[in-house]
């Protein structure tokens, strides 16, 4: 977490790494979504949500992984994920549309 607070990553990337950017010219579902977390880990949500409006649920997706091994092997979990997914799925036909 103090990683992601005291570095700084730049608004705009020099090199895009997305190889779905690179063929279609579209944003990803996932475009953002780095610069987001980063910005939420310095308690900038507005910017966060300018980069990728997902970011929150990227944050959380995240960080859920560092729980405990007892609450991961829960069936709530894997639902939580499997949910998170569908709407970042949903998220990425709707940000393709758009542009």
């Given amino acids: 977490m ?5 570095v700084s990553v730049p608004d705009e990337p ?3 790494l997305c190889a779905f950017h690179w063929l279609t010219g579209l944003p990803c579902p996932l475009c953002g979504l780095t610069r987001g977390i980063f910005a939420l880990a310095k308690g900038r949500l507005t910017e966060a949500e300018h980069f990728n409006a997902l970011s929150p649920l990227g944050f959380a997706m995240l960080f859920s992984l560092f729980w405990s091994r007892e609450w991961r092997a829960k069936p709530q979990w894997a639902q939580a994920w499997a949910g998170g997914i569908a709407a970042f799925a949903i998220y990425g036909v709707l940000r393709a549309a758009a542009v």
């Fill in 14 to 16: 020099r090199y895009r």
């Fill in 2 to 6: 103090a990683l992601l607070y005291f």
